[in-house]
């Protein structure tokens, strides 16, 4: 959410009227404390601990001036009790949340979360701000999302990097929005710290810039950028035979 806020939206100048965060109540249970092979039982503790990761990226999405609306993505192992639980916390947070069943209903099991999102959009209460201004250092670009998204005590940036941010500066790259990619599993750069944690360092072990996209790219802990094409993809063999039967997929 915060790439697309902070880097599409200031390119573009698209101005979202709502976001939606989609959560699962498994999800909240693992971020609880839960192991993934019990994730079908009934966990109200573990749950309602769970809530504290909602709640950071409800308050994320704020920061931005957009409303959000919660769409709880229904699993049969789903309980009343569980449903009831997160339904009150988001309400306790401001926050409308709705229970989401199109996997088993189709179109149908996700009209409240439409009717949810166009009562934020006729409200007009969202009003899009920036985390950071286009003149504001790399550095402290990098800083700024990392205190205000991550809840990050401060950033760890070795000298080759802050000299090859500096480089990107003098080379009139310095007004680009930041991009951070870190593990998607955590607000740290630890994908096991589950929860919402704080306080934390963000260590930044390598920055790219990205020219023609117009951004500059945060390599922040282990993690594995996408990797690219071949010179020729594997797409480029397949189709569909005369007879209607794919080919050229092995």
Known sequence: GEKFLDIKCRKTGLAPDCAVLVATIRALKMHGGV?????????????????ANLARHVENVQKFGIVPVVSINRFSADTDAEIALVKEACKKLGVEAVMADHWAEGGNGAADV????????????????????????????????????????????????????????????????????????????????????????????????????????AICGEIMTMPGLPRVPAADSIDVGPDGRIVGLF
Do not use: W
């Not at 192991?35 to 809530?51: F, R």
């Not at 166009?118 to 999302?145: A, C, N, W």
């Not at 096991?192 to 117009?214: C, F, M, N, Y």
């Open 35 to 51: 192991k993934k092979e019990d994730l079908k039982t009934e966990n109200l503790k573990a749950l309602g601990a769970g809530m």
């Open 114 to 217: 439409a009717r949810a999102v166009l009562k934020v959009v006729d409200s007009g209460k969202s009003k899009l701000k920036f985390l950071y201004p286009d003149e504001m250092p790399l550095i402290e670009k990098i800083r700024t999302i990392a205190r205000e998204i991550y809840r990050a005590k401060d950033i760890d940036v070795p000298k080759p990097v802050r000299d090859q941010l500096e480089a990107f500066e003098k080379m009139g790259y310095g007004n680009f929005p930041v991009c951070i990619a870190k593990t998607q599993y955590s607000f740290t750069t630890n994908p096991d710290a589950k929860g919402a944690p704080d306080g934390h360092i963000v260590t930044v072990r390598e920055v790219r810039l990205s020219a023609g996209a117009e951004f500059v790219v």
